[in-house]
């Protein structure tokens, strides 16, 4: 057999070949060593993805303290009620023929009823999301419901469709207690108002992560594969809120909104005026924290009024308008004409600057013109010839349009920016104000901003600067936190008391504070903030809103800004009430009154003493004496060491024993005309006087009236009841025509009548 011979095409050929098998095998294994090498990680995330499933593991949020380690925000346990639509799809499909369950049909109808829920909507997610290992049903599911979950999917082996999983969600002990500052969170646990958005990043910690291995269906994986990544939990607020204060402030503007039906809220401020720390901080529109999207019973009653349908736009809207009016934190977020209480402020840039040039006294006929206007004063008919303090106390305008000139425009303009009303205070919370003043001030500008008129302040800016007068003239920035610190209890953040500046001198301050308690004490215009035993001072406020939304109405803004004790000073207090629609329309009458009830639980509060003068222990309240079980000769001792007189009914003898008292034990009575009714024996209170109407009584008159109907007096209100100056009953706490046991105590409020009318300005005739 001949040899063969092989071509050269077909050698080449094959080389060809061999070459393009190495070349591809080549490349493989270039890319196999690529991927197990330079992007081995990225395919093992591929391949851990497909199978494993990441569960967050939610840090718990920092908890926020009161001053006095009161809890004002911290976190519970709830739960989220979740299934899986791939696990019931993949139930329902294994099921032995001829078993007519529907799981979802069960599921639906079982979270429906227990969870209260829309059964279509839990049929939607188990029907139409199949592929879904996760559809959350509801959050924030208390114990006792998810208790009730477990033995649902016990009792009908539901358990790899339906999970329950532990969070953590954020609780608010105090309910509404200062929700303007605290603020809330979303329901996933983010800020989103107050002290919980300003500190978000210290609050909120870093979630964790627990992982695990599941085939197609959420099914755990035979073989282990978990991994845990551990939740740092968030750091802890330690606020200057001080509970006990708040629900004072909150309690008095409360009662002035109720009492003056204000249109346009209330709100109020309680500083540390040598710190800037808050200790309290209100607006009256209290919201629920632990449901911040319910709106108050005022709000809601606007929503029900306004006539549009539940599903319309408009409605929505509306609701929406309302929230966030509802959330606003007034005290920060909003200016407002500061009225008188801005007098406060001229005063001290007078004596500061022009001390020298004030004159003795200054005659006020009721007007003054300025340019081609003629400013009136509150006073029509004019206050006549006044000093500086007088002046002041008596807030009259031309008074202080004098002050206004000697001042001049530079050095006014100067002063306003060094007490910090060109600038925003600073305060730790979010979306706080700025004041509003012309960019070019003219004469007539300075003549009515002199006496706070026709500019806008934050009630933030304007306790902040009378502060800086009550402190001796040191502007402080305010703050609500005063320390941040971890689980361990290492400070993360310890506050600095900062101060701005010093923008009047110390003498200024002394002399100023001493003018405005004389003002309260004495037959000052704010007389109505008086507080026994304490040295307030105080100024009181009116201003009228203007615009084009206001052209056919009055509204006011009534306010009363003091500090105490005056002497030396360590707190300050602003309330402002916008758009009383009751009564009469002044600060002194508005707000001032509320000032005096706060400062009257505060300063005890904190442990200020009361010093009494001689007029004011004289006419002091005591408490009555329990002269219960006690022979008649014990009972009257007990009540003649307490100052005050008795009446005895029923038959006496030496051994008898008292079985009746009216005023009941531990009521407080006027001292100087308290009397005890004792009853013996089988005696008792048989016969019911009626209570006269005291509105609008002096003090004399309103005592004799109840003294005459056998009733006992309790005084509360202006110092003007003790300084004999002309106040007047303008509320009594037992409605006249009421029949009452004698000896019953009447408790009449008296106050002071308006001190300035804030309808300032006419034209020139």
Request: net charge negative; with cysteine.
């Given at each position: 057999?001949?040899?063969?011979?092989?071509?050269t095409?077909?050698v080449k050929?094959?080389?060809?070949l061999?070459i393009l098998?190495f070349?591809?095998?080549g490349?493989?294994?270039?890319r196999?060593?690529?991927i197990q090498?330079?992007?081995f990680?990225?395919?093992q995330n591929k391949?851990?993805?497909?199978?494993?499933?990441?569960?967050?593991?939610?840090?718990?949020r920092?908890?926020?303290?009161?001053?006095?380690g009161?809890v004002?925000?911290?976190?519970i346990?709830?739960?989220?009620v979740f299934i899986s639509?791939?696990g019931?799809?993949?139930?329902?499909?294994?099921?032995?023929?001829?078993n007519g369950?529907?799981?979802a049909?069960l599921?639906?109808r079982g979270?429906?009823e227990?969870?209260?829920?829309?059964?279509?909507?839990?049929?939607?997610?188990v029907?139409?999301?199949t592929?879904?290992?996760?559809?959350?049903?509801?959050?924030?599911?208390?114990e006792?419901?998810?208790?009730t979950?477990?033995?649902y999917?016990?009792?009908?082996?539901?358990?790899?469709?339906?999970y329950?999983e532990a969070?953590?969600?954020r609780?608010?002990?105090?309910?509404?207690?200062?929700?303007?500052?605290?603020?809330?969170?979303?329901?996933d646990?983010?800020?989103l108002y107050g002290l919980e958005?300003?500190?978000?990043?210290?609050l909120?910690?870093?979630?964790?992560?627990y992982i695990?291995a599941?085939?197609s269906?959420g099914?755990e994986?035979p073989f282990?594969?978990s991994?845990?990544?551990?939740a740092?939990?968030g750091?802890?607020l330690?606020t200057?809120?001080?509970?006990?204060?708040?629900?004072f402030?909150?309690?008095a503007l409360?009662?002035?909104?109720?009492?003056?039906?204000?249109?346009?809220?209330a709100?109020?401020?309680v500083?540390?005026?040598?710190?800037?720390?808050i200790?309290a901080?209100?607006?009256s529109s209290p919201f629920?924290?632990?449901?911040p999207?319910g709106?108050d019973?005022l709000?809601?009653?606007?929503l029900?009024e306004s006539g549009?349908?539940?599903?319309?736009?408009?409605?929505?809207?509306?609701q929406?308008?309302l929230?966030?009016e509802m959330?606003?934190?007034k005290?920060?977020?909003?200016?407002?004409?500061?009225?008188s209480?801005?007098?406060?402020?001229t005063?001290a840039?007078a004596?500061?600057?022009?001390?020298?040039?004030?004159?003795?006294?200054?005659?006020?006929?009721?007007?003054?013109r300025?340019?081609d206007?003629i400013?009136?004063c509150?006073?029509?008919q004019?206050?006549?010839a006044l000093?500086?303090?007088?002046?002041?106390?008596?807030?009259?305008?031309?008074?202080?349009?004098?002050l206004?000139?000697l001042?001049?425009?530079?050095?006014?303009?100067q002063?306003?920016?060094?007490f910090g009303y060109?600038?925003?205070?600073g305060?730790d919370?979010p979306?706080e104000?700025?004041?509003?003043?012309?960019s070019?001030?003219?004469?007539?500008?300075?003549?009515?901003?002199?006496?706070?008129?026709?500019?806008n302040?934050t009630?933030?800016?304007?306790?902040c600067a009378v502060a800086a007068?009550?402190?001796?003239?040191s502007l402080m920035t305010?703050y609500l936190?005063?320390?941040?610190?971890?689980?361990a209890?290492?400070v993360?953040?310890?506050?600095k008391?900062?101060?701005k500046?010093?923008?009047?001198?110390e003498?200024?301050?002394?002399t100023?504070?001493?003018?405005?308690e004389d003002?309260?004490?004495?037959?000052?215009g704010?007389?109505?903030?008086?507080?026994?035993?304490?040295?307030v001072?105080a100024k009181?406020?009116t201003?009228e809103?203007?615009?084009a939304?206001?052209?056919d109405?009055?509204a006011?803004?009534?306010s009363t800004v003091?500090f105490?004790?005056?002497d030396?000073?360590?707190?300050?207090i602003?309330i402002?009430v916008d758009?009383?629609?009751?009564g009469v329309?002044y600060?002194s009458?508005?707000?001032?009154?509320?000032v005096a009830d706060?400062l009257e639980n505060i300063?005890?509060?904190l442990?200020v003493?009361p010093?009494?003068t001689?007029?004011?222990q004289?006419?002091?309240?005591?408490t009555?004496?329990?002269c219960?079980k006690?022979t008649?000769?014990?009972?009257?001792?007990r009540?003649e060491?307490?100052?005050?007189?008795?009446?005895?009914?029923?038959?006496q003898s030496?051994?008898a024993?008292v079985?009746?008292?009216?005023?009941?034990?531990y009521?407080k009575?006027e001292?100087?005309s308290?009397?005890?009714?004792?009853?013996?024996g089988?005696?008792?209170p048989?016969?019911d006087?009626?209570?006269?109407?005291?509105?609008?009584?002096?003090a004399v008159?309103?005592?004799?009236?109840?003294?005459?109907?056998g009733?006992n007096?309790?005084?509360?209100?202006?110092?003007?009841v003790?300084?004999?100056?002309?106040t007047?009953?303008?509320d009594q706490?037992?409605?006249?025509?009421s029949?009452?046991?004698?000896g019953t105590?009447v408790t009449?409020?008296?106050?002071?009548g308006?001190d300035?009318?804030?309808d300032?300005?006419?034209?020139?005739?």
């Amino acid at each position: 057999m001949g040899n063969r011979t092989v071509s050269t095409e077909a050698v080449k050929r094959s080389t060809w070949l061999c070459i393009l098998v190495f070349a591809v095998f080549g490349i493989l294994l270039f890319r196999i060593l690529m991927i197990q090498t330079l992007d081995f990680e990225s395919y093992q995330n591929k391949v851990l993805n497909q199978i494993t499933t990441e569960s967050p593991v939610a840090a718990n949020r920092g908890k926020i303290y009161d001053r006095n380690g009161n809890v004002l925000a911290t976190n519970i346990t709830t739960y989220r009620v979740f299934i899986s639509p791939s696990g019931i799809k993949s139930a329902q499909e294994v099921l032995p023929e001829g078993n007519g369950t529907d799981y979802a049909d069960l599921v639906s109808r079982g979270l429906s009823e227990i969870l209260g829920v829309s059964y279509d909507e839990v049929h939607k997610q188990v029907t139409e999301y199949t592929k879904y290992l996760d559809r959350t049903i509801k959050r924030k599911v208390d114990e006792e419901t998810a208790d009730t979950v477990r033995e649902y999917i016990d009792e009908h082996s539901l358990q790899s469709m339906i999970y329950l999983e532990a969070q953590s969600t954020r609780y608010y002990p105090g309910g509404t207690l200062g929700a303007h500052m605290i603020g809330f969170t979303s329901s996933d646990g983010v800020g989103l108002y107050g002290l919980e958005y300003q500190y978000d990043e210290y609050l909120k910690g870093v979630d964790g992560y627990y992982i695990k291995a599941r085939d197609s269906y959420g099914n755990e994986m035979p073989f282990d594969y978990s991994s845990y990544i551990e939740a740092v939990d968030g750091y802890h607020l330690k606020t200057t809120v001080d509970t006990t204060v708040q629900s004072f402030l909150e309690e008095a503007l409360a009662q002035t909104v109720a009492d003056h039906e204000a249109a346009n809220r209330a709100c109020g401020i309680v500083m540390d005026v040598n710190t800037g720390a808050i200790l309290a901080m209100a607006t009256s529109s209290p919201f629920d924290l632990n449901d911040p999207w319910g709106l108050d019973d005022l709000s809601k009653a606007t929503l029900e009024e306004s006539g549009y349908a539940e599903d319309s736009d408009e409605y929505a809207e509306l609701q929406r308008t309302l929230l966030t009016e509802m959330w606003s934190n007034k005290a920060v977020t909003e200016s407002y004409i500061p009225g008188s209480t801005f007098k406060i402020v001229t005063s001290a840039m007078a004596l500061e600057e022009r001390e020298s040039q004030i004159p003795a006294s200054v005659s006020c006929g009721g007007s003054k013109r300025v340019a081609d206007r003629i400013i009136h004063c509150h006073k029509r008919q004019g206050h006549g010839a006044l000093t500086f303090a007088e002046g002041l106390q008596q807030s009259c305008n031309v008074w202080f349009m004098t002050l206004g000139e000697l001042i001049g425009v530079d050095t006014y303009q100067q002063y306003v920016k060094a007490f910090g009303y060109r600038e925003r205070t600073g305060i730790d919370l979010p979306g706080e104000g700025s004041s509003i003043f012309a960019s070019q001030m003219s004469q007539l500008d300075l003549a009515i901003y002199a006496f706070g008129q026709n500019f806008n302040v934050t009630p933030m800016q304007q306790l902040c600067a009378v502060a800086a007068v009550a402190n001796g003239g040191s502007l402080m920035t305010p703050y609500l936190v005063e320390q941040i610190t971890d689980n361990a209890g290492n400070v993360i953040y310890q506050h600095k008391v900062e101060t701005k500046r010093t923008v009047v001198s110390e003498e200024v301050c002394k002399t100023l504070a001493e003018i405005l308690e004389d003002g309260v004490s004495g037959n000052g215009g704010a007389k109505n903030a008086y507080v026994a035993g304490y040295r307030v001072a105080a100024k009181t406020g009116t201003s009228e809103k203007k615009g084009a939304e206001f052209t056919d109405k009055e509204a006011y803004i009534c306010s009363t800004v003091a500090f105490a004790p005056a002497d030396d000073p360590e707190i300050a207090i602003i309330i402002i009430v916008d758009e009383p629609t009751k009564g009469v329309l002044y600060g002194s009458t508005v707000a001032a009154p509320y000032v005096a009830d706060a400062l009257e639980n505060i300063m005890p509060y904190l442990g200020v003493t009361p010093i009494y003068t001689e007029e004011e222990q004289a006419k002091m309240a005591v408490t009555v004496p329990n002269c219960r079980k006690y022979t008649l000769t014990e009972a009257i001792a007990r009540i003649e060491a307490a100052g005050l007189d008795y009446t005895v009914v029923g038959e006496q003898s030496a051994d008898a024993v008292v079985t009746s008292q009216s005023p009941a034990p531990y009521t407080k009575v006027e001292k100087s005309s308290g009397r005890v009714i004792l009853y013996l024996g089988d005696a008792s209170p048989s016969e019911d006087v009626e209570v006269p109407n005291l509105i609008g009584k002096n003090a004399v008159q309103a005592n004799a009236l109840l003294m005459g109907c056998g009733l006992n007096v309790r005084i509360v209100g202006s110092s003007g009841v003790l300084s004999g100056t002309d106040t007047l009953v303008c509320d009594q706490s037992i409605a006249a025509g009421s029949m009452v046991a004698k000896g019953t105590v009447v408790t009449v409020t008296f106050s002071a009548g308006p001190d300035e009318n804030p309808d300032y300005e006419n034209p020139v005739t």
